[in-house]
C-alpha cells in the first residue's frame, strides 16, 4: 500500500511534463520563428528575425492570400503576403523583447504561428572591492565584492581562494545577483602569518571578467565575536568604585567599551589593552541607570573590530540628595484672624536626588511673638495649613532619600501682591505655539531697578467651585521681561497667569489670562434664572464648561428682543471675568414679553447662542424719566407764582375760565353764622326783628317776617375805602356775595344802628329779590311767583347766594387807581353757558318772609 501511494506524485508529475512538452509543440505547430545571429545580443547590435509557415498550414481555399504580421510585443511593425516573412530590427533595449508571428486569412480572424524572446545585455563589468572575513576563532571565510552595473543577463561568479602548500578552493554563486560567498573554509591561527589570495570571475552569454586578486593573512580576516556575559559591581554600595566584568576570546588583545544614561544619546567611550575582561569605572552618576557595551580586537594595527556586545543596563546605589528645593507658595484669607497658606515645590532632578524620594519634611514657624513651630511630612509636592493671620511666618521645605535629607529651601510668607510700587505693567500673553504661552510684561516705572527677580506663575482654568489644577512657575533674572512657557500647556485651554516682580520681602503681581490655540466656542452660557429688581431684571447664567471654551473668553454678549418680532435684536456686551455669572439689565419696558439668549466670545470668534428664556417685566414704569421734567416744573412754576402780578393775572384768568358748575355753593341763611349770632346783636340793636329771630329755634312755626321790598338800579362802582359813598363792611355789592371776612363786624368799633338797620334791609332786599325766582327761571324772564315753603326747609345749593364771594377784588386792588385799569374786573371766558350775577332789580311794596326764601346766584338779573 505504501508503494501505491509513493507512486501517485511521479505519475502526476509525468502527466504535467507531457502536457507542458505537448504545449511547447502546439505552440508553433503552424510555422517557425528564426532569430539570426542569436537571440542573446549585446546592446546596440541589429537582429534579422524570420517567419515561415510549414506546409498545408497556410489559408486553405486561397493560399495566395497567406498574410503574415510580425508583432514587437502589441505594435505591428512589418508584414507580407506569402508563406515566409523577414525583418531586421535595431535599438532594442537592455532586458527582454518578445517578438510574435501571426497569420491572417481573408474574413477571419488572426492565427498566431509562433513567437521568439530576444535578450539584450552587456559584458559583466570587472568586480572590484573584493574582501574577506572570517567571524570569530573558529568561523568561515566570507568574501564580498562589487558587481559594477547590472548585466540584464544571466551572469555566473566564481570565487576562488590559493593558499600555501598548492591550496586552492572555489566556489560558485547561482544566484541571479550574486555579491557574496562563503568559502565554507577556516583558518587557524597556526597559520596566523600565512598569505593567502582570493579573486572573483563574473561569466555571462556575451564574456567574462575577473576582479584583482586580493592578499591577507588570517590577523587582517578575523573579526572576533562580540564580547558575553557582562557584570556589574558597586564596592560598598557606592558609586565611588565601580567594577565591569564580561568574557571575551582567548586572542583578543585591545578592548573599548562605552556607556552613557539611558535617558542621553550622547556615549562616553573608553580604550583598554590586555583588559583580560576587567575594567574599573570611577565617573558615575549616583541613582542613574547606565547602558554599558564592548567591542573587542586580536592585533592593535590589523584585523577588525568585533561587533558591540549586546547592551547591559544597570542602576548605579543611591547618594544624599544635593541641591535645594525650588519652592513656591499661596496666601489666602479666610477670615479676620485666619489665613490659609498653600507650599507648592518642584521635584529635584536626577542628579540632584541622586535616589528615590522617600518624602519631604515641612517645617512652618512664626517668627516674631510665640515662635511657634509646626512640621508634617508629605510624600507629595504641595502642603496646606491653616494658621492665624499675626505674626511674621517662614516655611522650609527639604527631600529626604535612603542616605539622608537635602538642604532646606527657606522662604517668608509675605504678601505677593502687597507693594503696588513692584507691579509689572502691561502684561500680556500671546500664542506662542500649538504647546507654549509668550507671556510679556514691563519692568516696574519707579521700583525697577530694586527686583530681584521675575516668577510666572500659571495654572489651567477652572471656576470656583472645581477642584484645583497643578500650579506650575518658573523664575527669571530681573534683566528679563518675557518667559514662554511650555510645562504643561495644551492647545484651547485657557490659563491665569500671574507676574509676580520680587525685592527682598516684598512683592507686587499682575495677571492675565492666555491660551496657545484658540477657536470660537462651541457653545454659548446656558440661562439659568430671570429675576426682576426694581424695574430691572437680573440675568444668572452657567459658565460655558472648561473643554467647551475652546481658549480663554474675552467677552459675554446678553441679546433680547421683543418676543414675535422681526426686528434686529438688541445687545450689551459683558467684559468676561473669572468668577462672575449673572448681570443686571434695566432697559425692558413693562408689560412687554422679551426673548433672551447669550453668547461668549474667545479671540477667534463668537459661540453659537446658547438656550433661549423668555421674560416680561411685570413691575411698575420707571418714573425717573419723569422726576426731572416734573422737577424742572415745578421749580418753574414756583418762580412763577413768588410774583404777585403773575397771581392776579393767573387768578383772574382761571376763574374767568371757570365753569358755572364749578362755582363754590351759595350759604344756605338759616344756617349761616349770622343767623346764629344774630339773638346776640339784637339784644344790643333792639331791632324789630327779635322776635322773629328769638323765636327761630323753637319747634313751633314761626311768625312771618315781612320786609318790604325795595327796587331801585344800583350801578357797580368800585370806589376808595375811604370814600363816603364807599358802603361798610357787611354791605352786599351789586352782583356780588361778599365773603364772610367782610361781613364780620369789628367788637372794638361796633356799626351805628342805623348803619346796622340799612344794612339789615339791603340784605332783605337782596332775599326777596333771589326767593322771587323759581327754579325755572331764566334771565331776562320776570319773576316766577313766590313759592310757599314749609317751616322747616333747608334750601338745597341750588338756592343759596354765589360761593364765588373770594373772587370780589380785595381791599389792597381796590386802592389802585381807577383811571391805571379800564377794563372790567369779569372777563367771561367760559365755554359753558354763563349765569353770572346782574345788577339786583327791586320792586317796591312786595313782601318776603324768610320761610318761603329760595336764593341762590342763578336767580341774579342784570
Known sequence: MAHIVRGYPLALIFIIMCLLIKAKIDVCKRGDVAVKPSR???????????????????????????RLILYKFNRRISYHHGHTLSSQVTGLPLGTTLFVCKLACLNSDEIRVCGAEISVGVVPEQPRNLSCVQKGERGTVACIWDRGRETHLYTNYILQLNGPKNLTWQKQCNDHYCDHLDLGINLTPESSESSFTVKITATNSLGSSSSFPSTFTFLDIVKPLPPWDIRIKFLNASVSRCILQWRDEELVLLNRLRYRPSNSRSWTMVNVTNAKGRHDLLDLKPFTEYEFQISSKLHLYKGSWSDWSQPSRTQTPEQEPTGMLDVWYRRQHIDYNRQRISVFWKNLSISEARGKILHYRVTLQEVTGKNTTLQDITGHTSWTWVIPRTGNWAVAVSATNSKGSSL?????ITDLCGAGLLTPNEASANSGGTDSIAVTWQPPRKA?????????????????????PPLNWLRTPPSNVSALISENIRPYTCYEIHVYALSGGRGGCSSVLGNSKHEAPLSGPHINAITEQKGSILISWNNIPAQEQMGCVLHYRIYWKERDSNSQPQLCEIPYRIYQNSHPINSLQPGVTYVLWMTALTAAGESPQGNEREFRLRGKANWNAYVAPSICIAIIMVGIFSKRYFRQKIFALLSALRPQWCSREIPDPANSKWAKNYPFIEEKMQL???????????????????????????????????????????????????????TMYSASSPPAPRAVTAEMRQLVDLYKVLGSRGPDSKPGNPASPLTVLPGDYLPTHEGYLPSNIDDLPSHEALLTDPLEEQEPQHISLSVFPSSSLRPLTFSCGEKLTLDQLKMGCDSLRL
Open 448 to 468: 525697577a531697578p530694586t527686583v530681584q527677580e521675575y516668577v510666572v506663575e500659571w495654572r489651567e482654568f477652572h471656576p470656583r467651585g472645581h477642584m484645583q
Open 408 to 412: 532646606p529651601t527657606r522662604i517668608n
Open 688 to 742: 324789630p326783628l327779635h322776635r322773629l329771630l328769638t323765636a327761630w329755634p323753637s319747634s313751633e312755626e314761626p311768625e312771618p317776617l315781612v320786609i318790604n321790598e325795595v327796587f331801585h338800579q344800583m350801578t357797580p362802582v368800585f370806589r376808595h375805602p375811604h370814600d363816603p359813598n364807599w358802603p361798610e363792611r357787611g354791605q352786599v355789592l351789586q352782583g356780588h356775595c361778599m365773603s364772610e371776612e367782610d
Open 40 to 66: 542573446v545580443i549585446s546592446l546596440g547590435s541589429s537582429v534579422n528575425i524570420s517567419c515561415s509557415l510549414k506546409p498545408k498550414q497556410g489559408c486553405l481555399h486561397y493560399s495566395s492570400f497567406n
